[in-house]
């Protein structure tokens, strides 16, 4: 695996259904997830747009998810937003600086924290409808022109991080410079 620094700007834990993030001096990572965040577990329910029916009971990939501050910087430029995207509103646990594109992680890539604690990408994390309404109602144009929800949902894609499991437990602390280990597959034969 490849490796590369990024810095943890914010680190959040979300306890209601609104997908809102409450940012944290520090959290702790439990082999089923975030303690005290509403994605922590070992199995979660399928949503509209899994791979599997909605309602069937599958092991949670869903842990935790990422995004950088660089995506959501070109997400707010291409948007024209009069104000910087923050992580609250874009419901993620971790917002990283130093990895443009994050989103690109590859599955199996690891985040090394300096406590021990280590998470591992699983896939990338689509843009919904109900986080494209959120920004939509919270954010608008330097032009004065109307944000539409098809318009974020365009801007987002592939720019809204990843989710992940949590692999080996410990603390993560905002401010945390993070050894970034990108998956790459073996040489067979």
Request: aromatic residues 6%; contains cysteine; charged residues 30%.
């Amino acid at each position: 695996m490849k490796g590369q620094k990024a810095t943890l700007i914010s680190v959040s834990i979300g306890t209601s259904d609104d997908m809102a993030k409450h940012v944290r001096e520090y959290v702790m990572a439990d082999l089923d997830g975030f303690v005290d965040d509403k994605h922590r577990g070992f199995s979660r329910v399928c949503y509209e747009g899994d791979t599997e029916p909605v309602g069937t009971v599958r092991r949670n990939n869903r842990q935790w998810s990422g995004m950088s501050q660089e995506e959501a910087q070109e997400i707010q430029e291409a948007l024209n937003l009069d104000q910087p995207l923050l992580p609250v509103d874009l419901g993620v646990n971790v917002f990283v600086e130093g990895i443009r594109d994050f989103s690109k992680l590859p599955k199996g890539s690891k985040l090394v924290f300096p406590s021990g604690a280590v998470l591992v990408v699983e896939d990338f994390n689509p843009p919904c409808t109900y986080m494209a309404d959120k920004i939509v109602s919270r954010y608008v144009t330097r032009s004065g022109k109307p944000l539409t929800r098809r318009r974020f949902l365009i801007e987002a894609k592939r720019k809204r991080g990843v989710v992940g499991v949590v692999d080996v437990p410990g603390k993560i602390c905002s401010g945390d410079v993070i050894d970034v280990k990108r998956y790459k597959s073996p040489k067979l034969g």
